[in-house]
């Protein structure tokens, strides 16, 4: 390889690198937008408005369409969810993780009056906006509840 080209290609990856801790940040922050709209979504469930929370959460991102099969499918998932496990009850976070201002991802412990689920909401920020990147739900806690519970490290000492 000629001295350039080699040249340059460390000067593309220095360039790069310095670049990379200049990303501007929104003025809301990650974690008041998702929690914001975390907070809307389950106070319509407690007002009896699943329909309207969940539009409302995925509507809060503009790429998500939702006459998309995958989203249909969610959206009757959720409704089936809404109508045989009775009455939604409350919810309380489980976990909370994030990438820097870039991902953040929320579990949550759903609780209805026949049975509980786990909520999880993930959040990106492309630097121009916060959305809803990703809403699931399954009723398989276990794992994440025996993670959520571990003692590390010295905390016993």
């Known amino acids: 390889m000629s001295a350039v080209k080699h ?4 000067l593309s990856i220095a ?5 990379c801790h200049q990303k501007p940040t929104l003025t809301s922050g990650l974690n008041s937008t998702s929690t914001r709209l975390i907070d809307a979504f389950f106070q ?3 007002d009896g408005n699943y329909k309207s929370g969940i539009e409302e959460l995925l509507n809060s ?20 969810i809404n109508s045989s496990s ?5 919810s309380k976070e489980i976990r909370q ?9 929320y579990s ?16 990106y920020n492309n630097d121009q906006e916060i959305a809803l990147y990703k809403f699931s739900f399954d009723d398989n806690l276990s794992l994440e509840l025996e ?3 571990k003692l590390y490290g010295d905390k016993l000492r």
């Open 97 to 105: 993780r994030k990438l820097e201002e870039d991902i953040a991802v």
């Open 15 to 19: 360039i790069l690198f310095s670049n």
């Open 7 to 10: 040249l340059m290609i460390i």
């Open 108 to 123: 949550y412990l759903v609780k209805y009056e026949t049975k509980f689920y786990r909520f999880i909401f993930v959040f």
């Open 44 to 46: 319509k469930l407690k």
């Open 86 to 90: 009775g009455k939604y009850i409350t």
């Open 147 to 149: 993670e959520s519970i």
């Open 61 to 80: 991102n503009h790429n998500i369409d939702l006459k998309d099969s995958a989203t249909f499918n969610l959206l009757k998932s959720f409704e089936y």
